[in-house]
């Protein structure tokens, strides 16, 4: 099975920066996602990793260590629009495990 | 219609009614899923279809019935649903189901309340 553990809430100021970390524990693994999703929305992709290291995409950037079981998902130059809960979901065996999420609230 | 599509967007149904959910991809995709969405709890995967069989059934109880009879389509039977299964049930496809290709592409979800 997959066990996921993140923050439940983070709050920041806009033009901040934030950092989500995410641990796991799987008994499979084929890589690690994460996504964005407002209040009453549907989740939303935000990247995916599969090798150790670091992916930038634009404001975002999301890092894996697969020897450590950890990610983290860092949020650079917050906006407001940035309000909303973040998912780490690992892929194993033909299927996601979600994370509870972050929500991160950003304030002015 | 692009992406994935579920109706009806909010349900309130009574503990002895029978309805259905319905979820649409227009992604080419070939798998899809069902999840429940509690509040202040992780998503909890439901039901998974790849190429139209069921691969997975996460120990849901019966009152809840999937259906999916093509790769485009996908039900949820609700029957003698409890007042703890008002949830946001979301729907999501995807290509496959490993690495980069299980990227999953939700619905809107529809926000059921039982009475």
């Known amino acids: 099975g997959q066990n996921i553990d993140q923050p439940t809430e983070m709050t920041a100021t806009e033009g901040a920066i934030v950092q989500i970390n995410c641990t796991y524990q799987t008994s499979g693994f084929n890589g690690l996602f994460w996504y964005q999703q407002h209040a009453g929305e549907a989740p939303t992709f935000l990247s995916y990793n599969v090798l150790d290291g670091l992916e930038e995409k634009g404001r975002f950037s999301s890092f894996l260590s697969r020897s450590k079981g950890y990610s983290y998902l860092l949020l650079k130059e917050l906006q407001m629009k940035d309000s909303a809960s973040y998912l780490c979901a690992v892929s194993g065996d033909y299927k996601l495990s979600f994370g509870a999420g972050t929500t991160v609230t950003v304030r002015a | ?115």
């Open chain 2, 1 to 115: 219609e692009t992406g994935v599509t579920q109706t009806p967007r909010h349900l309130v149904m009574g503990m002895t009614n029978k309805k259905s959910l319905k979820c649409e991809q227009h992604l080419g995709h070939n798998a899809m899923y069902w999840y429940k969405q509690s509040a202040k709890k992780p998503l909890e995967l439901m039901f998974v279809y790849n190429f139209k069989e069921q691969t997975e059934n996460n120990s849901v109880p019966s009152r809840f019935s999937p259906e999916c009879p093509n790769s485009s389509h996908l039900f949820l039977h609700l029957h003698t649903l409890q007042p703890e299964d008002s949830a946001l049930y979301l729907c999501a496809s995807s290509p496959g189901s490993t690495g980069s290709y299980n990227e999953q592409f939700f619905g809107p979800g529809t926000r059921l309340t039982v009475l």
